[in-house]
């Protein structure tokens, strides 16, 4: 026990690890006044801060081409249902690059069994790494679309977030500062690494709702929730009262600046008794714990971390207590687990130690863990290039495109290969519905399939209804007629003469087994004729496949280089073997065009960096008029230019040379473009129209 701390149990490894949180509960902890001008250091570092990680028009704009693109290939496949956006990029409080949160509402949905189907969905279109996640409180199907770089959730019927979205956004509209303070308090606890729900810290939600309660207590918003007329919804067998009074106003608005706000924040939640208080903004201010009915149950965070038993017990709950705005009964903090918590303390209080004893906004937000954010995209994102020569540039956009290039060869000969094997599985079910402009041999080979098909199809129907109709096979009726025929025609015995009524009944089965004779007869007939078409449709596949499997070279040399189609046979005997090769295609295609839009985006990248360098003025120029030649205002309105915004530029470029090169159409795939869209891919944005 002497290598730990008598006040607090910590050992010595905790005390350093949260030195701050140790200071406070040990009474040694200082918290300075800044200085003025130690204040007004801050202003623009917090402008620059909440400017760069906004969301600005270009990142907008993804979002909706992405939602109505979601809307027209997902949300119409279920009747009845509706897409909505939610979240903290929907109510403005989010840092840019934030997740696109969507909640898809079905009347009475098996919520897991339609996140499986919308799994499957998004990865036939190429969304990369599509997850399914049915443990959660809310079930989510997570996903990344290559083409906007935006990391999406989709929930179903997550009703309760809509109205939360709408309370935040009411929120952020009534006055700047929200957003404002919103935007670097959550920097600051993504760079410090307490805004990850999933590993036992608070959510960006929660941050967001902290936010608004500080700005509530410091006298700049007023409450929206508060009010006599009520609006109480049904959810779930539950009640939800949801009034939002977007008129409500205090009467002495706060005047105070950002930089107040911020310090008052980080030292108010740090100094606060989280013994006694609940955070509620629907009361418009703190709650006892008494009124609120939740205990600071044991054990405590720290108890859990002294503890020296290998399996600890749980954590109580109501520790940080956050009230839900909507859902009273939901604590906020019970994600967080025993270490999160202690995090989160001890952040707060080294935030507000920083800044009042001279340190700067950088330092508050020193990353903790780089690596956890390697992926963010970079504020500059020519920060690599400043340093090298233009030649330098030049010779990797040069090295980029060679790869898009060559690329580009492998994705034509990937997708002339998959067309192919779609060619076989469905000709081999006779459903080719067009063969314009494809070889003249080719073409008459698959009408002739499908001809045949046709014909095999009606001559099957009738001999099965002749087979259901006619019990006994041929060769017993033959026996059968013989021996009643014999019975009929052999000399009568005066002693054994049969009776009339069993005469009738012999000439009567003798006539019934001529007429099954006779269909019995004509279904061996179509029968042999089955299997004579089927023979010759074997024969027709055969040269089918020869045609489509006729590779050039270097097709063929690329389609060897493909992981995913190593050691995968085709077998001509069975439809099903084509099928699963055209998936192992549509896997490698995925993977191609992912590779294709980030080596898109590192050239457009590249090419932007030249034609600034080289000149400057008349690349803003050109940047204005693409964005519609409203001059400054437009400009200081979109923001920095980001990896973001080439790659929708990209998207948008119809004929820019230095972006992607013309690609050649041969006559063949023109043709399946006339058969019609045979794979799940996704086509142009926004542009979807209906066919005659």
């Not at 409080?93 to 897991?112: R, T």
């Not at 939800?240 to 105070?256: G, H, P, Q, R, Y």
């Not at 233009?390 to 060679?402: A, C, Y």
């Amino acid at each position: 026990m002497s290598g730990k701390c008598e006040a607090t149990g910590m050992s010595q490894e905790n005390v350093s690890k949260y030195q701050y949180l140790h200071s406070h509960l040990t009474g040694t902890l200082e918290i300075s006044e800044p200085s003025p001008d130690v204040l007004a250091g801050f202003v623009k570092p917090l402008q620059n801060t909440i400017s760069s990680h906004s969301i600005h028009d270009s990142e907008i704009k993804r979002k909706d081409s992405l939602f109505n693109h979601l809307k027209k290939s997902v949300a119409s496949k279920f009747p009845g249902s509706k897409l909505s956006a939610f979240g903290s990029a929907e109510s403005g409080l989010s840092l840019k690059g934030g997740d696109f949160d969507l909640c898809l509402q079905i009347p009475d949905a098996n919520e897991k069994k339609i996140l499986k189907k919308i799994g499957g969905m998004l990865r036939g279109q190429g969304m990369e790494d599509v997850q399914i996640i049915t443990g959660a409180k809310v079930p989510i199907v997570k996903f990344i679309d290559p083409r906007s770089g935006l990391h999406v959730d989709i929930s179903i019927n997550n009703t309760l977030a809509l109205h939360n979205t709408r309370l935040l956004s009411s929120y952020a509209n009534a006055d700047s500062r929200v957003r404002e303070l919103a935007i670097c308090v959550k920097h600051w606890a993504l760079h410090r690494n307490v805004s990850d729900s999933v590993n036992g810290t608070l959510s960006s939600y929660a941050w967001s709702i902290l936010v608004i309660s500080h700005l509530q207590e410091q006298g700049v918003i007023a409450n929206l929730q508060s009010g006599d007329d009520r609006v109480v919804i049904e959810l779930d067998d539950s009640d939800f009262d949801i009034t939002i009074n977007e008129e409500n106003k205090i009467d002495a608005i706060s005047d105070a600046k950002i930089t107040h706000l911020l310090l008052s924040f980080f030292t108010n939640l740090a100094k606060r008794d989280w013994e006694n208080d609940v955070i509620s903004i629907r009361n418009g201010g703190s709650i006892s714990r008494k009124e609120k009915g939740w205990k600071n149950e044991n054990p405590s965070a720290l108890d859990i971390l002294n503890s020296e038993k290998e399996h600890p017990p749980r954590m109580g709950e109501h520790h940080l207590a956050i009230e839900d705005p909507f859902d009273l009964d939901h604590d906020l903090c019970r994600v967080v687990r025993p270490e999160g918590e202690l995090r989160i303390r001890d952040e707060l209080l080294r935030a507000a130690v920083l800044f009042g004893n001279g340190s700067t906004w950088k330092e508050i937000c020193e990353t903790v863990d780089s690596e956890r954010l390697k992926n963010l995209e970079p504020v500059d994102i020519f920060h690599d290039l400043r340093d090298k020569s233009t030649e330098s540039v030049q010779s990797m956009l040069e090295k980029t495109r060679g790869e898009m290039d060559a690329l580009d060869r492998r994705i034509d000969a990937l997708e002339s290969e998959r067309q192919s094997n779609l060619r076989m599985a469905r000709a081999m079910r006779g459903i080719i519905e067009e063969t314009s402009d494809l070889r003249k041999e080719h073409k008459s080979t698959i009408v002739r399939i499908k001809g045949r098909k046709s014909e095999i199809d009606e001559i099957k129907k009738k001999r099965d209804k002749i087979n259901s109709d006619v019990i006994l096979p041929i060769h017993m009726i033959e026996d059968e007629l013989s021996k009643v025929y014999k019975r009929l025609t052999e000399e009568l015995d005066i002693h054994r003469v049969p009776s009339l009524k069993k005469e009738k009944e012999q000439f009567s089965w003798f006539m019934e087994l001529q007429a099954m004779h006779g269909k019995a007869r004509e279904a061996s007939e179509l029968h042999q004729k089955f299997i004579e078409l089927v023979t010759l449709q074997k024969e027709e596949i055969k040269k089918l496949k020869i045609y489509e499997t006729k590779h050039d070279d270097a097709t063929s040399k690329l389609l060897e280089q493909e992981p995913l189609l190593k050691d995968k046979n085709i077998n001509s005997k069975e439809v099903g073997s084509y099928d699963r090769r055209v998936q192992n295609i549509q896997k490698a295609l995925r993977q191609r065009r992912g590779e294709m839009h980030k080596l898109r985006r590192e050239a457009g990248r590249l090419d932007a960096w030249l034609r600034k360098k080289s000149n400057p003025q008349q690349s803003n120029r050109n940047r204005s008029k693409r964005k519609g030649g409203r001059g400054k205002k437009q400009e200081k309105s979109s923001g920095p230019m980001t990896l973001g915004d080439i790659s929708g530029l990209l998207s948008g470029m119809t004929s820019e040379p230095s972006s992607k090169r013309t690609r050649k159409v041969s006559s063949k795939k023109a043709g399946m473009r006339k058969m019609g869209n045979l794979s799940a891919h996704r086509g142009s944005r926004g542009h979807l129209k209906k066919k005659d």
